[in-house]
């Protein structure tokens, strides 16, 4: 008789307990977050809002805005960061699905470890190295020259190309690791219902995979947009004149210490226009997702939807007791 209202008592003190302890263990990454990511930005944005008096201004977004070198360098960025975001995530895939389905477990480990060498590698190291194959008599550069492709002393230094490819290399381990996540997550039963069911492969890769994949692709493309938008070391030493980045112009104003608030302006806008170009891209893929999967806007699923994925469980249980 007792047991229930003494049970009931101890809900809001377990209740308590636990909003407590998800406090405790929130604070120090909270405190972090606001020390390290936070406050940083606001001094941002006050530095960007002030000129060399320290009035509030905005001449400095009127400026870069102005200037159609500086939004020519802005749009380079852009467009170079997406490229290399969306090759990297193209080649990235089909590596990282053939590890998580098609690799024994005694081997993952072992290729995994290989492919986050470059994060324990220093990152000049990996230029320098990827400089000593592609420079005139390196490997790559010689090996074209063997086959006809180019001459004796070509090389494809100082070039766009040259740091396209760096930000790819660079690019790639990261986008591995995020679609094997995402490969790894995606069940084999599933993928053979569809198979069992007559479904094609192209059906498969639209109305499965790709919905099952979408949002860690969304992770992907913010990793890997993010660090290249900003990059700026892979542009000074191979881009060459045509090949810089807005990364470049910020790094030489802070580093000369000439007109830091105009160089702190133009990082918030590109801060801000990537912000908006990984929102865009996510909301696309959310979209995807919606419209490839079967689910309609008020979040439930078509009856053609609902009907297919009951046959497919049908016939996944069916297929199992067989092999039983």
């Known amino acids: 008789m007792t047991t229930a209202p003494l049970s009931l008592a101890r809900r809001p003190r377990r209740r308590a307990r636990g909003t407590l302890g998800t406090g405790f263990l ?19 944005l006050i530095i960007g809002f002030t000129n060399g008096s320290g009035g509030f201004t905005v001449e400095n977004f009127t400026e870069m805005f102005s200037s159609a070198v500086y939004m020519s360098l802005l749009g380079r960025t852009l467009l170079i960061a997406f ?22 477990p005694k081997a993952k480990p072992l290729i995994l470890g290989f492919v986050i ?13 990827f400089v000593s194959l592609i420079q005139a008599g390196g490997p790559v550069m010689s090996f074209l020259s063997s086959i006809g492709l180019a001459g004796p002393q070509a090389s494809i230094m100082y070039t766009p190309a040259a740091n396209i490819l760096m930000l790819i290399q660079e690019s ?26 007559g479904a094609s492969k192209g059906f498969v890769f639209t109305r499965v995979i790709w919905p099952l994949s979408s949002a860690m692709i969304g992770v992907n493309f913010a990793l890997t947009f993010v660090q290249t938008v900003g990059a700026f070391a892979e542009p000074a030493i191979l881009g060459g004149p045509n090949g810089q980045m807005l990364g470049n112009t910020i790094s030489a104003q802070l580093s000369a210490g000439v007109h830091q608030q105009f160089a702190v302006a133009m990082s918030l806008v590109l801060l801000v226009t990537s ?21 309609s806007k008020a979040g439930r699923p078509r009856v053609e939807s609902v009907t297919a994925q009951t046959l497919i469980a049908e016939d996944a249980l069916t297929t199992e007791g067989v092999l039983r």
């Open 26 to 44: 929130l604070t120090p990454g909270g405190l972090l977050l606001v020390l390290f990511a936070l406050l940083p930005l606001v001094a941002l």
């Open 83 to 104: 490229c290399v975001t969306v090759v990297s995530i193209a080649l990235a895939w089909p590596a990282a699905w053939a590890l998580a389905r098609y690799t024994s």
């Open 117 to 129: 060498i470059p994060y324990i590698t220093s990152q000049l190291l990996l230029i320098y190295g």
């Open 172 to 197: 790639i381990p990261t986008a591995i690791l995020v679609m094997y996540s995402a490969s790894e997550q995606i069940s084999g039963s599933v993928l053979e219902a569809s198979r069992t069911l």
């Open 275 to 295: 912000l908006a170009i990984v929102g865009g891209v996510t909301g696309l893929l959310s979209w995807s997702r919606s419209a490839l999967s079967g689910v």
